[in-house]
């Protein structure tokens, strides 16, 4: 049970802790460095994706030939399908941009933030829950060690990300307490979103493998809609490119040592 609560609580805590560096840096992010961090947690995302979730999809589906990939694939394109749909359907911000993206409303750019952020770290929570679902539904594939692995992952990429997101909140004129703690609840939708899929995880048995899947494509519309082209901005775009790498790669050694 600790282990389980723990891989539930381990993403939240990265962002908490990374929105806490407000308070110890300057007022405005290098470009630079923020471009290594949405590398670096792009990569991590990536790998997360492929390794903790499209592969153990294709491995629970249980057929052969074509239809082993069928979960996965019609699971994958669903979740980029309904990252696109969220896109459309809720006003949001993204960090560095002046234009708002979907509907028109009155809400403040802080509120818009701190939705566009929310938006990235839905897939992740379910990516969570959905791993925990699938070990306790016992799947051979899928341990606590692994999950842990996704958790710890995601985690660690979480810690850059909740930087990037209070210090320019703190750049738009908030307060550092008031930006420490949208960055902080900007995250609570992981742990949420996670025990959700759990609990549903006795009715959704049989959906798992197109879950698993889900959760990947949602991740993956994220990385390469958002945090790709942000880490490519401006010039050294290459630094982007380094902080994948470095994400992914520690991101494929934690899963293949967890598992």
């Given amino acids: 049970m600790n282990g389980l609560l723990l891989a539930l ?11 806490a560096f407000v308070f110890f840096m300057r007022d405005k992010m290098s470009p630079m460095l923020q471009r290594i961090l949405l590398g670096f947690a792009s990569g991590v995302m990536v790998a997360a994706a492929v390794w903790s979730l499209l592969i153990p999809s294709i491995e629970l589906s249980g057929a052969e ?22 896109d459309y359907l809720t006003p949001h911000l993204h960090i560095g941009e002046d234009t708002p993206e979907g509907p028109r409303s009155h809400l403040s750019r802080t509120s818009m933030l701190a939705l566009a952020v929310t938006i990235h770290n839905l897939p992740e929570g379910m990516a969570v829950g959905v791993v925990i679902a699938s070990m306790l539904q016992g799947n051979p594939n899928i341990t606590l060690a ?17 930087a990037i997101i209070s210090m320019p ?19 609570l939708v992981e742990p949420i979103g996670a025990v959700v899929i759990i609990l549903l995880a006795s009715v959704l048995e049989p959906l798992l493998p197109y879950l698993l899947a889900f959760a990947a494509g949602a991740m993956i519309y994220v990385v390469v809609e958002e945090l790709i082209p942000e880490a490519s901005q401006g010039e050294h775009s290459n630094i982007g490119t380094i902080g994948f790498g470095v994400g992914f790669a520690l991101m494929m050694a934690l899963d293949v040592v967890f598992s």
């Fill in 146 to 162: 692994s999950a842990m692995a996704v958790s710890l992952g995601i985690a660690i990429q979480n810690v850059p990300e909740g």
């Fill in 9 to 19: 609580l381990l993403p939240f805590a990265g962002t908490v802790l990374g929105s």
């Fill in 169 to 187: 909140l703190r750049a738009e004129g908030n307060s550092k307490i008031k930006s420490f703690a949208i960055g902080s609840l900007s995250g």
């Fill in 65 to 86: 030939g074509f239809m082993s990939v069928v979960p996965a694939l019609s699971g994958f394109l669903f979740g980029m399908l309904f990252l696109l749909a969220i």
